[in-house]
């Protein structure tokens, strides 16, 4: 008789713990491995789960246990590698290992879908004799389809249908036997096609290839290379022998945005298919793209998915035969995840390359400085590049001080001569301004009312294409009043100018040219990024009014001037990291101008032309802000000197977040007493920056060490007791290791 087994479940639920069960009846132990998927019974729902062990010691009574509901795979649909990450990922993040499997999958699959690729039927004509074609004149439609099919081959049925043929019409040639229907796989990664040969490279790139081929197995690379170095140029000519040998290779991008451009340069350099992961793919596309790469053969057999570019949870993606990883703009905030599992993934993909003993390659004009810091300390190869490619120089930076300037719709009146001169040269101007909608607020100047949001700390943002104000914190919407609220004044204006009153006052100010406006309303549709700026990238005299979504990546060749609005607050925030964001900002923006032949020019505009950094950044460059910076940092033990676990809580009542986090820290002062860890320090609880968000009120405790390990530690002692605090029932709370944001 078979001894009985049960199997320990990973399920995506906020509880620590794996739960065990029993195997479906009349199944033996062969049938079941770890990394399988089930579904399983919990509570009053079905939930899939993956199955992490196979024991014969339940941790509660057996006769307690319900059996598994059903067995979804026959085999693992996880390599080895993105299964270990999932478990690291569990225990450096401290995090329930079944939400953390739960990111390794596509939507479709981590509801218990099959692992099938869409199809379509697809239909082409069979070789018919002419006897057979006359036989079709007593059937004209269908005489029409087989010219049609004849005059433009093979196609899908739905183009067939919206041709104008019924499916009666194609059923009636297929019934003949005249027609062939098919399913084919309705997905389609982008081919490539060589049409560019590598560029010409000057010393300094040539040498950071020479570095990355020489280099065998894991080795963790950052190319410090200033805006317009060539790092892309780089990343090409690294990847071509990986390619020419049937491997794999996966970017990561910060941002949708900049997935059109990488693509259309990878595209042209290499005969391959590229697959793109980003969060624009529905959910069918998504699991589409992921079992191509996953499909991937480097015998040739089947050598689809051979690029993958993608925004931050691509580096879950299955890719058999991958040999080179690429985190592009390394230093951007948007690889950090905000919620749930709180990962970065650009840590991710260092460990992924560790992992499967390959290289990785992490670039940036502005390094974060916990990179920055790894390469100083040699853990990373420092790769600089201090030149442009080619015949192209660094932009002229300068400032603008505004105190006593003329300013009207955000931008200073002194500035419309140099765009206007800029624009009768036939090139480009970009402006910058970190602020979406037609205004930050509505306001009253007969009684100071400023329309807030009830829901946020936060003012509503006005916005005039559609007319309404919007929260973008908590998506709250509401109409524009005629009159303000309080003392029912009908003089309410605008208060500052974000991009879409920039756009009408510069539309106004040069109606010759077309003014661009890219900002996430603007770029909502698919392709919609890639239509604005279609004639930016033809070189047509344009300017640009733009948030972020344009500070980084982009190429730009005939942007030759960049101005830039409203930088600065991040002088006097309360984030640490205030004045390395800023800074990184300032640069990668002012990057823009001057990439080629044209010089560039980039003009802050500012009331503090005067403040140290600004001339820490025009007078020596980044790298010397960098030192100063992390000499600040090591004297205040601020990472990368020091580490810091973030436990933030919420709840829709008042001061209840709050008094949870005194509970926890009064578990966290017992725990360290018993320890005695005096170089672990804790601040709060204390509310966040903005206490009040959708509607629930927020706060923070920060805990601190100078150590990893111990940090680590002492968090994994103390987090069993943490979710065993009991009265808080409507309190929502969580850890975020090594944050990156404190809002």
């Given at each position: 008789m078979t001894a009985p087994f049960y199997l320990s479940v990973a399920i995506a639920a906020p509880i620590p713990k794996l739960f065990d069960y029993k195997p479906e009846?009349?199944?033996?132990?062969?049938?079941?491995?770890?990394?399988?998927?089930?579904?399983?019974?919990?509570?009053?729902?079905?939930?899939?789960?993956?199955?992490?062990?196979?024991?014969?010691?339940?941790?509660?009574?057996?006769?307690?246990?319900?059996?598994?509901?059903?067995?979804?795979?026959?085999?693992?649909?996880?390599?080895?590698?993105?299964?270990?990450?999932?478990?690291?990922?569990?225990?450096?993040?401290?995090?329930?290992?079944?939400?953390?499997?739960?990111?390794?999958?596509?939507?479709?699959?981590?509801?218990?879908?099959e692992p099938k690729g869409s199809t379509e039927v697809f239909c082409s004509l069979n070789t018919l004799t002419d006897e057979q074609v006359t036989s079709l004149k007593r059937a004209p439609r269908q005489l029409d389809l087989h010219q049609y099919l004849l005059e433009n081959g093979g196609q899908w049925q739905k183009d067939l249908v919206q041709a104008g043929f019924t499916t009666s019409i194609i059923n009636g040639l297929s019934d003949k036997?005249?027609?062939?229907?098919?399913?084919?796989?309705?997905?389609?990664?982008?081919?490539?096609?060589?049409?560019?040969?590598?560029?010409?490279?000057?010393?300094?790139?040539?040498?950071?290839?020479?570095?990355?081929?020489?280099?065998?197995?894991?080795?963790?690379?950052?190319?410090?290379?200033?805006?317009?170095?060539?790092?892309t140029e780089v990343y090409l000519q690294a990847i071509a022998t990986h390619l020419e040998a049937g491997k794999q290779v996966l970017i990561l991008v910060p941002e949708i945005g900049l997935t059109p451009q990488t693509v259309q340069r990878f595209a042209?350099?290499?005969?391959?298919?590229?697959?793109?992961?980003?969060?624009?793919?529905?959910?069918r596309e998504r699991l589409d793209a992921w079992l191509m790469a996953a499909?991937?053969?480097?015998?040739?057999?089947?050598?689809?998915?051979?690029?993958?570019?993608?925004?931050?949870?691509?580096?879950?993606?299955?890719?058999?035969?991958?040999?080179?990883?690429?985190v592009d703009e390394e230093h951007d905030q948007s690889f950090k995840q905000q919620d749930g599992v709180r990962y970065h993934g650009r840590d991710i993909a260092v460990m992924r390359a560790n992992t499967l003993n390959i290289p990785i390659l992490m670039g940036s004009a502005t390094p974060s400085l916990e990179c920055l810091h790894n390469a100083l300390a040699g853990k990373y190869q420092h790769i600089k590049l201090t030149e442009r490619a080619g015949d192209a120089c660094m932009p002229e930076l300068t400032f603008l001080n505004i105190k006593n300037q003329?300013?009207?719709?955000?931008?200073?009146?002194?500035?419309?001569?140099?765009?206007?001169?800029?624009?009768?040269?036939?090139?480009?101007?970009l402006v910058f301004v970190n602020r979406r909608g037609y205004a930050p607020t509505l306001y009253c100047p007969?009684?100071?009312?400023?329309?807030?949001?009830?829901?946020?700390?936060?003012?509503?943002?006005?916005?005039?294409?559609?007319?309404?104000?919007?929260?973008?914190?908590?998506?709250?919407?509401?109409?524009?009043?005629?009159?303000?609220?309080?003392?029912?004044?009908?003089?309410?204006?605008a208060m500052g100018a974000?991009?879409?009153?920039?756009?009408?006052?510069?539309?106004?100010?040069?109606?010759?040219?077309?003014?661009?406006?890219?900002?996430?309303?603007?770029?909502?549709?698919?392709?919609?990024?890639?239509?604005l700026l279609e004639p930016v990238?033809?070189?047509?005299?344009?300017?640009?009014?733009?948030?972020?979504?344009?500070?980084?990546?982009?190429?730009?060749?005939?942007?030759?001037?960049?101005?830039?609005?409203?930088?600065?607050?991040?002088?006097?925030?309360?984030?640490?990291?205030?004045?390395?964001?800023?800074?990184?900002?300032?640069?990668?923006?002012?990057?823009?101008?001057?990439?080629?032949?044209?010089?560039?020019?980039?003009?802050?505009?500012?009331?503090?032309?005067?403040?140290?950094?600004?001339?820490?950044?025009?007078?020596?460059?980044?790298?010397?802000?960098?030192?100063?910076?992390?000499?600040?940092?090591?004297?205040?033990?601020?990472?990368?000197?020091g580490y810091q676990i973030l436990v933030r809580s919420d709840c829709h009542q008042p001061k209840e977040a709050e008094m949870f986090l005194h509970r926890v820290r009064q578990v966290l002062n017992q725990h360290q007493q018993f320890l005695h860890l005096p170089n672990l320090s804790m601040i709060g609880p204390l509310p966040a920056p903005m206490e009040l968000r959708a509607g629930r009120f927020r706060s923070q405790l920060w805990i601190s060490a100078h150590n990893r390990k111990v940090l680590h530690h002492f968090i994994k002692i103390v987090l069993k007791d943490i979710y065993e605090i009991k009265g808080f029932h409507k309190v929502r709370w969580s850890l975020d290791i090594d944050p990156t944001d404190n809002m």
């Open positions: 009846n009349g199944q033996d132990m062969s049938r079941y491995q770890a990394g399988l998927r089930v579904s399983v019974p919990f509570g009053s729902r079905f939930l899939v789960g993956v199955i992490t062990d196979i024991h014969q010691s339940p941790q509660i009574d057996p006769a307690k246990l319900k059996p598994i509901a059903q067995l979804l795979d026959l085999k693992p649909l996880l390599p080895v590698d993105i299964y270990k990450l999932g478990h690291w990922m569990s225990d450096y993040y401290h995090q329930p290992l079944g939400e953390c499997m739960a990111l390794l999958w596509p939507v479709l699959l981590r509801k218990g879908g036997d005249f027609l062939a229907k098919r399913d084919k796989s309705s997905f389609q990664a982008i081919k490539g096609e060589r049409s560019q040969t590598p560029l010409t490279l000057n010393e300094q790139q040539q040498q950071a290839i020479t570095h990355i081929k020489n280099n065998n197995g894991f080795k963790a690379f950052l190319i410090d290379g200033v805006t317009g170095s060539g790092k042209k350099r290499f005969d391959a298919d590229i697959l793109l992961m980003h969060s624009k793919l529905n959910d499909a991937h053969d480097s015998s040739g057999e089947s050598p689809r998915g051979q690029i993958v570019i993608g925004t931050r949870s691509s580096i879950f993606t299955p890719m058999p035969n991958l040999a080179m990883i690429i003329a300013v009207h719709h955000g931008l200073a009146d002194s500035l419309l001569e140099p765009i206007k001169q800029t624009l009768e040269k036939g090139q480009q101007v007969d009684c100071a009312w400023i329309a807030e949001c009830k829901r946020c700390d936060a003012k509503m943002t006005l916005h005039q294409k559609p007319a309404h104000l919007h929260c973008h914190h908590c998506d709250s919407k509401l109409s524009i009043p005629r009159n303000c609220p309080e003392c029912l004044s009908t003089q309410i204006q974000g991009t879409e009153r920039l756009e009408n006052h510069l539309m106004y100010s040069f109606p010759q040219v077309p003014t661009i406006r890219i900002d996430r309303d603007s770029t909502q549709n698919k392709n919609a990024m890639e239509a990238h033809k070189g047509e005299p344009c300017v640009i009014v733009g948030t972020q979504m344009l500070a980084k990546g982009h190429h730009f060749p005939k942007v030759t001037l960049v101005i830039m609005i409203n930088v600065d607050s991040g002088f006097f925030s309360a984030d640490y990291r205030a004045m390395e964001k800023t800074a990184q900002l300032i640069l990668q923006v002012a990057g823009r101008a001057g990439r080629e032949k044209d010089s560039g020019r980039a003009v802050i505009q500012t009331e503090f032309s005067d403040h140290p950094m600004l001339h820490l950044l025009k007078d020596e460059n980044y790298h010397a802000l960098s030192l100063a910076l992390l000499d600040e940092r090591k004297h205040q033990h601020l990472p990368p000197y």
